[in-house]
């Protein structure tokens, strides 16, 4: 957009509009979102498990927003007086802390075994593999270490661990870090993202919810790759098949399965290309707004009234507004609340007064396929309580 500095010019001469330097858009953007936070409250980092929900429900705004500007949505949610229980209890994160430290243990020899025999047995058994060093100030300085190191395993060939690499990528104009368990650079320059996760895989096969989730989060990390092997050239091939490693059957010794991620990939990149960018959002918004979770509950309230939500039932099992957004939908009598399939049976029917209303034939058009299954249904359904009600006792 562009800007216009002074009064409008007495000359013949008109001065030229000036469009603001993305430098300084970003900077005013930075600042914007600064202001959402709140004062001095620092920035929640998101994470591939915060990217692969936000892809999920593309249409939330206020997801977009919140997590665009770094708001912690757990102390939000508390301070709304709808606490969520969302995330990992503290013993689950301990049992995978000890998981992965086996895992990766004597420089990661055993997870690049299970590299090499699930991924690339026709390569050279990864005898002697580096592992660099990736520290380095800050997110920023870690992810042009991690950019480097990646590079230098490109051209020494051979075997390399990256343990917890840090990436970025672009998020609805918000740029977000990530680190995956580890990356590793196979022989021939590919890169495969490698999953380790606490839950079991029993004969060979674990929970298909869980495996769905591990696979839309290394996604995620697959698209950040992408990125990083682009700036390159050649650019090095980043490998679609990822590694999952889990505990094998009820003991703590690694196994692992190959997981496609091609068809996660393709819908993780469409969902964030259509997210709603988040300059577009806080501009929209009204002037003092800020969600910092020390503000009165009624100003919270109101500054997340002010962001239109997309509530779905699966918002509980990835969100910590959730319980909020819920009651919300509820008491608006919202049919959100019943799932994503059935709202959108309902066509523009958007609440249950409505649904009642074209059931009972008091409103909606005849012609409308939604609203004709309704009355139909309604007919049903009166029909069955009739016969119940005159047939004979037996």
Same mark, same amino acid.
């Given at each position: 957009?562009?800007?216009?500095?002074?009064?409008?010019?007495?000359?013949?001469?008109?001065?030229?509009?000036?469009?603001?330097?993305?430098?300084?858009?970003?900077?005013?953007?930075?600042?914007?979102?600064?202001?959402?936070?709140?004062?001095?409250?620092?920035?929640?980092?998101?994470?591939?498990?915060?990217?692969?929900?936000?892809?999920?429900?593309?249409?939330?705004?206020?997801?977009?927003?919140?997590?665009?500007?770094?708001?912690?949505?757990?102390?939000?949610?508390?301070?709304?007086?709808?606490?969520?229980?969302?995330?990992?209890?503290?013993?689950?994160?301990?049992?995978?802390?000890?998981?992965?430290?086996?895992?990766?243990?004597?420089?990661?020899?055993?997870?690049?075994?299970?590299?090499?025999?699930?991924?690339?047995?026709?390569?050279?058994?990864?005898?002697?593999?580096?592992?660099?060093?990736?520290?380095?100030?800050?997110?920023?300085?870690?992810?042009?270490?991690?950019?480097?190191?990646?590079?230098?395993?490109?051209?020494?060939?051979?075997?390399?661990?990256?343990?917890?690499?840090?990436?970025?990528?672009?998020?609805?104009?918000?740029?977000?870090?990530?680190?995956?368990?580890?990356?590793?650079?196979?022989?021939?320059?590919?890169? $495969?993202?490698?999953?380790?996760?606490?839950?079991?895989? @029993?004969? &060979?096969? %674990?929970?298909?919810?869980? #495996?769905? !989730? +591990? =696979?839309?989060?290394?996604?995620?990390?697959?698209?950040?790759?992408?990125?990083?092997?682009?700036?390159?050239?050649?650019?090095?091939?980043?490998?679609?098949?990822?590694?999952?490693?889990?505990?094998?059957?009820?003991?703590?010794?690694?196994?692992?399965?190959?997981?496609?991620?091609?068809?996660?990939?393709?819908?993780?990149?469409?969902?964030?290309?259509?997210?709603?960018?988040?300059?577009?959002?806080?501009?929209?918004?009204?002037?003092?707004?800020?969600?910092?979770?020390?503000?009165?509950?009624?100003?919270?309230?109101?500054?997340?009234?002010?962001?239109?939500?997309?509530?779905?039932?699966?918002?509980?099992?990835?969100?910590?507004?959730?319980?909020?957004?819920?009651?919300?939908?509820?008491?608006?009598?919202?049919? $959100?609340?019943?799932?994503?399939?059935?709202?959108?049976? @309902?066509? &523009?029917? %958007?609440?249950?007064?409505? #649904?009642? !209303? +074209? =059931?009972?034939?008091?409103?909606?058009?005849?012609?409308?396929?939604?609203?004709?299954?309704?009355?139909?249904?309604?007919?049903?359904?009166?029909?069955?309580?009739?016969?119940?009600?005159?047939?004979?006792?037996?």
């Amino acid at each position: 957009m562009s800007e216009f500095h002074g009064s409008a010019s007495r000359s013949s001469h008109p001065r030229p509009n000036r469009t603001p330097s993305p430098e300084t858009r970003g900077t005013g953007l930075r600042h914007r979102l600064a202001e959402l936070r709140g004062p001095d409250v620092p920035a929640k980092a998101l994470d591939a498990r915060a990217l692969a929900a936000l892809a999920a429900n593309p249409g939330c705004r206020r997801r977009a927003i919140l997590d665009g500007a770094g708001v912690d949505k757990a102390a939000l949610a508390s301070a709304l007086g709808a606490p969520s229980g969302f995330g990992q209890s503290q013993f689950a994160l301990t049992r995978g802390n000890a998981f992965e430290a086996k895992v990766k243990a004597d420089g990661g020899a055993e997870l690049l075994r299970l590299v090499h025999s699930r991924l690339d047995p026709g390569a050279e058994p990864p005898a002697g593999a580096a592992v660099p060093d990736l520290s380095a100030p800050g997110p920023e300085g870690r992810t042009a270490r991690t950019a480097l190191a990646l590079r230098e395993a490109v051209r020494a060939g051979g075997w390399t661990l990256l343990d917890h690499p840090m990436l970025a990528l672009d998020v609805a104009g918000s740029l977000a870090f990530l680190e995956p368990d580890a990356v590793v650079v196979h022989p021939d320059g590919g890169w $495969t993202v490698v999953e380790i996760k606490s839950f079991p895989m @029993l004969d &060979g096969s %674990a929970d298909p919810a869980k #495996v769905g !989730a +591990a =696979a839309r989060q290394a996604a995620v990390y697959v698209l950040a790759l992408e990125e990083v092997a682009a700036r390159l050239d050649p650019a090095p091939a980043v490998r679609h098949r990822v590694l999952l490693v889990c505990p094998k059957d009820f003991s703590n010794l690694p196994t692992a399965s190959a997981v496609d991620v091609r068809k996660q990939r393709a819908v993780t990149a469409r969902q964030l290309a259509r997210l709603t960018r988040v300059e577009e959002i806080a501009a929209a918004l009204p002037e003092g707004t800020c969600f910092a979770p020390d503000r009165p509950a009624e100003e919270l309230t109101a500054a997340v009234e002010a962001v239109p939500a997309s509530y779905a039932p699966d918002c509980l099992a990835a969100c910590e507004l959730a319980f909020h957004c819920r009651e919300r939908s509820r008491q608006a009598g919202a049919v $959100t609340p019943l799932g994503r399939p059935l709202r959108a049976e @309902l066509g &523009g029917l %958007a609440t249950v007064e409505d #649904v009642l !209303a +074209a =059931a009972r034939g008091e409103s909606g058009d005849p012609d409308d396929p939604a609203v004709a299954a309704l009355r139909r249904a309604a007919a049903l359904r009166a029909q069955a309580l009739h016969t119940r009600e005159v047939a004979p006792c037996p």
